[in-house]
């Protein structure tokens, strides 16, 4: 049975599925990897659901991590969604 979406890749799902207006920013934000343990990250852009960040090479993150960017007064703890090369999209966990 054909499907009823046209073929796209899988990032065009996520824009799909995005809550909210995604906004360039291109800055830098900082992961929390434990108690004396940070990983900067740049961040790509931002939507009131989550953002998309790019990684350094050979960094990791966890399925679950919390985020501080300069565009929120608070860290955000997020779930990573997706992952294409050194790029990732988490989403922020209402908490």
Do not use: T, Y
Request: positive net charge.
């Amino acid at each position: 049975m054909p499907s009823l979406l046209p073929q796209s890749s899988h990032l065009d799902v996520a824009r799909i599925n995005r809550r909210g207006q995604r906004v360039r920013v291109d800055s830098f934000g900082l992961v929390k990897l434990g108690w004396f343990r940070k990983q900067e990250v740049e961040v790509r852009d931002v939507s009131p659901g989550g953002a998309r960040l790019a990684l350094p090479e050979g960094v990791l993150l966890p399925d679950e991590f919390e985020l501080r960017i300069p565009q929120f007064r608070h860290p955000r703890q997020c779930v990573k969604r997706w992952e294409c090369g050194l790029e990732i999209g988490v989403e922020f966990l209402l908490g």
